[in-house]
């Protein structure tokens, strides 16, 4: 069955540390995102992809990078320059083209805890 | 700036009740609106899809509708089950924006058998 996968489900970083959290897709899909999400304040992006090689910041990139070297693949890194990274991070893709017609997929997320 | 919410912000039911849930938006200009339902420390399930242009979308128990010009949208759960607790959120993709899209910060159900 099609669909995304995250990894590590948990992960715990230390101070100072870089971490990365693992995204792929085998939907063929063109699209991938990253979301943030913290208790009372919804979904925030982070980075979004459109093309293997090209990435755009979303509204919360600050502190963290990826990398879309593959169309399955979007890693995300949180940096150490990312002062409160403690949240739960999920993962999506979607078709392009015709956005009226399609959706988001969306992994199962990996839940980041500083220790 | 689009901002979507969603009323109420937590509901509890006895079970076998029929519920609405409310998503609101407030630019029109969206390409599609999609209802998601998420259960505590999961990801994001798709429930419903409704185009643009459509009006409303169905899923077993499960009922969408989307007044766009107003801004609107619901989702109908018909005879509700204590499997139907979960997060429900809406998302709307935005035209004006280079792939955007906006989730509303949803609706905590909690069906009581």
């Known amino acids: 069955d099609g669909g995304i996968t995250q990894s590590p489900k948990y992960l715990f970083r230390k101070e100072g540390q870089n971490v990365t959290l693992s995204c792929e897709q085998n939907l063929n899909h063109d699209a991938m995102y990253w979301y943030r999400q913290d208790p009372g304040q919804g979904l925030r992006l982070i980075y979004y992809?459109?093309?293997?090689?090209?990435?755009q910041k979303g509204d919360i990139a600050e502190g963290y990078s990826v990398s879309r070297e593959k169309k399955e693949s979007f890693p995300l890194t949180v940096t150490s320059a990312q002062k409160n990274p403690t949240a739960f991070y999920l993962c999506?893709?979607?078709?392009?083209?015709?956005?009226?017609?399609?959706?988001?997929?969306f992994g199962s997320g990996t839940r980041l805890t500083v220790v | 700036k689009q901002e979507v919410t969603q009323i109420p912000a937590a509901l509890s039911v006895p079970e076998g009740e029929n519920l609405v849930l409310n998503c609101s938006f407030t630019?029109?200009?969206?390409?599609?609106l999609q209802w998601f339902r998420q259960d505590p420390g999961k990801g994001l399930t798709s429930l419903l899809l409704i185009q643009s242009s459509q009006r409303e979308q169905t899923s077993g128990r499960l009922n969408a509708s989307l007044d766009k010009s107003s801004g609107r949208s619901t989702l109908y759960i018909a005879a509700s089950q204590p499997g139907d607790s979960a997060t429900y959120l809406c998302a709307v993709r935005m035209e004006t924006s280079y792939d955007k899209v906006i989730f509303g910060p949803g609706t905590s159900l909690s069906v009581i058998p």
């Open positions: 999506a893709s979607s078709r392009l083209g015709d956005r009226g017609t399609y959706g988001y997929t």
């Open positions: 992809s459109q093309i293997v090689n090209d990435f």
């Open positions: 630019d029109s200009a969206i390409y599609n």
